[in-house]
């Protein structure tokens, strides 16, 4: 690992969403120099507020520079001087629009643009934010474990956030293969995120299936399961996958070691947090045929990553939220 004295600059795109603040935080707090996008500068003081109730009190290291996935203006100037540029940026909705364009466009073409601009200013490496959404909803869940060789099919009938996903991921696998010219690559496939809500900034996972569930919006459990894993471990797993060499050319999946049903997450505040629960709906169980396999052990093994629980994660959302942390 790098020390303080010989730290770089990183770009990290999107310095206004839930997971971009958690990592633009962990990067200063080690000493990098930060450059972060976002894609009004109106947004500058959501930044500024979230990472000083991280504890930043210098914000000599950033710099923020206004950017959209869908033009070209400013990523030049984004990924100059950096040494490894995060690519967290993604459109994210709680709902898909009627338009599946609306997601697959700025994914897929951001993730190409931002690849470019960091291979013709001779960046190292980065680190692509994708998703399980890329791994695992196409193929039947029953008796397999999920892992980094499996790929949801673009010709099965998917959710636009789903196939935006699996389009840019592979997009970009495709780029670094064919007009990559050096450029290293690693990828993040992160299940459901969750963790402490800095600054305000939420995400459609924590709208979903935490202030979904506290505030009683959630009355009946669909019919599926989801992995959990902390914001500051995919935080952490993204910086990893940047420093370790060998990250390159791979994709991590980031999980911790359960997956929940939303049923399960209202019994875990029930039962943790009765204080909150004044509002949660009774939910039912479904059934163990819905709940899927996937194994984090190539993220823990390669690259010494430690996750928290998923009880820690969803927790540690709640009292955020809740405004008791
Ligand atoms: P988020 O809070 O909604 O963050 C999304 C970020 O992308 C925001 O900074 C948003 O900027 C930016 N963005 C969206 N469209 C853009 C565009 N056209 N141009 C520039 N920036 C744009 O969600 P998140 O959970 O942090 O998501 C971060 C990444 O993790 C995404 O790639 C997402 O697909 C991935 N991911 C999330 C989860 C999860 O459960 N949260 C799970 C797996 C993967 P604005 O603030 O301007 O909207």
Known sequence: MENVQTKKTVLVTGGTGFLGIHTVLQLLQQGYHVKTTLRSIAKKELIVKALKEGGVTDFSNLTLIEADLTSDRNWEEAVKGCEYVLHVASPFPAQDPKDEDELIIPARDGALRVLKASRD?????????????????????????????????????????????????????????KEGNGLELA???????????????????????????????????????????????????????MLYPEANGERFIATSDVVMSFYDVAELFKKERPQYTFEIKELEPISKEFYKAMSNQKAKTILNWIPRSHDEALLASADSLMGKS
């Open 121 to 177: 200013a001779g960046v190292k490496r980065v680190v692509l934010t994708s998703s399980f959404a890329a791994v695992g909803y196409s193929r039947d869940a029953k008796n397999h474990v999920f892992t980094e060789k499996d790929w949801t099919d673009l010709d099965a009938p998917l959710p636009a956030y789903i196939k935006s996903k699996t389009v840019a991921e592979k997009s970009a696998w495709e780029f670094i293969e």
């Open 187 to 241: 990828v993040i496939n992160p299940v459901g995120i969750f963790g402490p809500v800095i600054g305000g900034i939420t995400s459609a996972s924590l709208d979903i299936a935490v202030s979904g569930i506290l505030n009683g919006s959630m009355d009946k459990t669909p019919p599926f399961t989801m992995g959990v894993v902390d914001v500051r471990d995919v935080a952490d797993l993204h910086i990893k996958a």
